[in-house]
Nanobody
Framework: QVQLVESGGGLVQTGGSLRLSCAAS????????MAWFRQSPMKQREFVAA????????SYADAVRGRFTISRGNAKNTMYLQMNSLKPEDTAVYYC??????????????????WGQGTQVTVSS
């Protein structure tokens, strides 16, 4: 079984920064696409950013483009989300996701086989 573990969440003031990390462990697999999603109370889980391992192309949700940066780690199946200029509306549980296939719609939750347990990000006003 594959486990994804997120870390780096916390409480930050408006305008602050946080860096989330995601690491895969367990059965070895080659993730083709890794992504971040987030979910706040009473809302559906929404796409934040994704990165394709081959070539490194990145995708962002409009709400975070220019403020968040997704990147790959040096270790296989690790990635990061650098979040700058945080706003109260960024408050959510952030989830790491991974897919072994490239032919997916990266913004869709159903495209990903593996999910982390989530890490809470709270931005105070």
């Amino acid at each position: 079984q594959v486990q994804l573990v997120e870390s780096g969440g916390g409480l930050v003031q408006t305008g602050g920064s946080l860096r989330l990390s995601c690491a895969a462990s367990g059965r070895t697999f080659n993730s083709a696409v890794m992504a971040w999603f987030r979910q706040s109370p009473m809302k559906q889980r929404e796409f934040v950013a994704a990165i394709r391992w081959l070539g490194g192309s990145k995708s962002y949700a409009d709400a975070v483009r220019g403020r968040f940066t997704i990147s790959r780690g040096n270790a296989k199946n690790t990635m990061y989300l650098q979040m700058n200029s945080l706003k109260p509306e960024d408050t959510a549980v952030y989830y790491c996701a991974a897919s072994p296939g490239y032919a997916i719609v990266v913004t869709s939750t159903t495209a990903y086989n593996y999910w982390g347990q989530g890490t809470q990000v709270t931005v105070s006003s």
